[in-house]
């Protein structure tokens, strides 16, 4: 049995407790705030002092720097600065960046003025070759580089009464020769010979311009049996009007059956001459045409087993034809009737005159000389 003082006294103790204990946590949450933040006091100290007494960086140490970075961390150390401290790219605030120069791009050379050679410099340059056409004009053609040029020196050339020799040193060279046709009448071939004559090239029959008809020269068969009697070495030509490849091998077979029973031993020209006033059946012909016209007689005799020449002017040769085509490796004979020949490039025989008088050959004859002796090949 409790007695009335215990009662009424533990009734009154009960909120002293409660407020004790409150502020008992009040006390300890102050005194935990302050601990916290001495504690952070310390440790700021602390890392002040453990940075200040640093012992002498080594030699070592400093191997783990790079060279710049080495005089900022000392700077840093000795001076305690901070890293604001250290942001001096201020300093270059009022400098401007230097300027890097732009390379000026190299100009283009500028091309000359392409220069048009004039007449007179084509003459004398040895790049072009004047033809003339039929309606008169003339014009300046490129000499080509694809195609032999001839290297004939005619200093060495020699006329004797319109006989012409090419020698080389004391040795004579060439062989002189003459057309002939039945237009010639009779020839004396003994008389011809003993003129000073090698060879003759004689007409074995033509195509009519208008007609297309192929006919045998009159006095052929007497002129090539003469000829050949009097020690005369023989070649052939045959004047064409074929405006195909057909008929030029038409052609071909022609002179070959004429020259069944002989042998010649010069070559066989194929000859394609310009109608002067008239019309003719090869007017209709282009360059390329005519090229294979050419090229179809040609090659049909040289099967044959005869040596061949192609027949022609300046003009003809350089403007009629396909000269890269043709000429390249084709024996020519030209026809042009100067002092020195303007055409550029290889010829095997140059019909040089015309109209001279020779011992046994009634009216006038057309002079070639030959650089090669056929006879030997």
Known sequence: MRLPDEQEERGIGT?????????????????????MSNNQKNTNR?????????????PEDAMEFAEGQQDIESLYREHKLRAEDLDFWDMYEDKAPEAVPEET?????????????????????????LVSYKDGTEEWLEISEN???????FTKMKITNGKMTYYEGNKKL??????????????????????????????????????????QDEKFTDNIAAAMDAGLEVGVYFC??????????QEAEFVENALLSYRITYPVAFRMDSIVNDAARTDILDEEQKTQVAEAFLHDMERAGYSVILYGSKEWLLTEILPEELLEDTDVWLTEQTAIPEYPYQFKMWEYAGGESVNGVQGAVNYTVSFVDYSRR
């Open 105 to 129: 791009p190299l100009e283009s050379p500028t091309p000359e003025p392409s220069h048009e050679p004039t007449d007179e410099e084509k003459a004398k340059d040895g790049k072009h070759v």
């Open 147 to 153: 195609i032999l040029l001839h290297n004939y020196d």
């Open 174 to 215: 060439s062989r002189l020769g003459v057309e002939l046709s039945e237009e010639n009448g009779v020839v004396d071939f003994e008389a011809l010979k003993q003129s000073g004559i090698d060879f003759v090239m004689l007409r074995v029959g033509s195509r009519g311009y208008e007609t297309g008809l192929i006919k």
């Open 15 to 35: 909120p002293v407790i409660v407020t004790i204990a409150v502020v008992s946590v009040l006390i300890l949450i102050i005194l935990a705030f302050v601990f």
């Open 240 to 249: 064409s009007q074929a405006i195909s490849a057909e008929e030029a091998v």
């Open 46 to 58: 602390g890392n002040y002092q453990t940075a200040a007494a640093q012992p002498e960086e080594t």
